[in-house]
């Protein structure tokens, strides 16, 4: 596989977790979301102007949690900028994720569903916003224009702005962005896609499960790659 063809893999099945994430978040943690943050803002506001408390901590300890996630997620890959090469400088990041992720399933397990206002709802709020604060951070140092993968606003956005630029000049849609539409539009099936298997699965005990497996088995899949001589095909 070329570099930014593992790349953009990789970003596309991230894209993907956060749609299963927020899916099984809004379903089964009382309606809120734990990566996309909009939606949490629009939340707050209603919870509060409803008095809403079920609503109102939600919101407030999913956003509070996701900026701490990539704040940590920042400091950890310690640049501004980072180039992809193979995971290699983000793969911290993505195991601080991963772990994040793994202690969520763990955590539903021991909780099963949780009250409103339980401290199992908002350990396991906390953990999922946290790695998805986390996953942001990383992403975020990649510098890729509307690629963010834990919402998708941006990213079809940027497909609206690339499809009006190509039907003017397709030169300039070229130096709008380094990706391509259907790059961009697999990233917005791969969160649909998510969404639609939590809610077709409809067993928490499962789904939660999902994402932090997913991931391992991914940077496992990366590492081994990575380890591998030059030009020697990793065993399938």
Known sequence: MRPLSDRN????????????????????????????????????????????????????????AFFGGTAVGAYVVGRAEVEWSGLGTLAPVFALECA????????????????????????????AAAAMGVQGGAIFALRIP?????????????????????????????????????FLAAMCGSYVVSAILVGAID???VTSAVPGGLLALILVGLAVRRAAPRGTAVAE
């Open 146 to 182: 509307g690629v963010v993968t834990n919402a998708m606003t941006a990213t079809l956005m940027l497909g609206g702005v690339l499809l009006g630029l190509r039907a003017r000049d397709a030169d300039a849609a070229r130096e709008a962005s380094p990706v391509s539409a259907g």
């Open 9 to 64: 893999a990789f970003l596309i099945l991230l894209a993907g977790l956060a749609g299963w994430i927020d899916a099984f978040s809004f379903t089964e943690l009382g309606q809120v979301f734990t990566s996309f943050q909009s939606g949490n803002f629009i939340f707050l506001g209603l919870a509060i102007a409803q008095g809403d408390g079920e609503r109102l901590l939600g919101a407030a300890v999913s956003l509070a």
């Open 203 to 205: 067993a928490p005990a």
């Open 100 to 127: 994040l992720l793994v202690g969520f399933a763990a955590c539903w397990q021991v909780v099963g569903e949780p009250g409103a206002y339980s401290g199992g709802r908002v350990a396991l709020i906390v953990l």
